[in-house]
């Protein structure tokens, strides 16, 4: 099955520099600065119709200054992932994926006590789930 990708790119305030002129851009002038870059993201996602056999990714400003990849060097490893693949990242912080056994480990060390907003989250996302996100600690590993 052929895969297309529709990549999107946040603009900050000041405009973005040419490397990006192969993603499609979103604009994020102050529409809802509280929400940060989610806000064009989720705009996106709840106005456009999505295609079934398309990826969609979307990236940070500073996209290129964090990873030094070009919009080719995307396409092309994109291009070159197996047909089960579904998911494809691409993060500057090797360390942070590595040192988490999951996002909600990673969430909780950064901003102690979201643990219950993420619980609640996913009750709405997947209703009637029983398990919240477990947050495994060092007291926990050595029981």
Request: glycine share 6%.
């Amino acid at each position: 099955m052929r895969r297309f990708l529709s990549s999107r790119y946040i603009i900050p305030k000041r405009r973005a520099k040419g490397w990006i002129r192969d993603f499609i851009p979103l604009d994020n002038t102050g529409q809802r600065p509280d929400w940060r870059e989610y806000w064009p993201m989720r705009q996106y996602l709840t106005q456009t119709p999505l295609e079934e056999n398309c990826w969609y990714g979307f990236l940070s400003p500073k996209f290129k200054e964090k990873t030094n990849l070009t919009s080719s060097d995307v396409y092309t490893y994109i291009s070159q992932q197996p047909g089960d693949v579904d998911v494809v990242t691409f993060s500057p912080y090797l360390d942070q994926s590595a040192l988490f056994l999951n996002i909600f480990e990673q969430a909780h060390l950064h901003h102690p006590g979201i643990i219950n907003a993420l619980a609640m989250a996913c009750g709405k996302v997947a209703p009637g789930c029983t398990d919240p996100p477990t947050v495994g600690t060092r007291s926990d590993a050595n029981e």
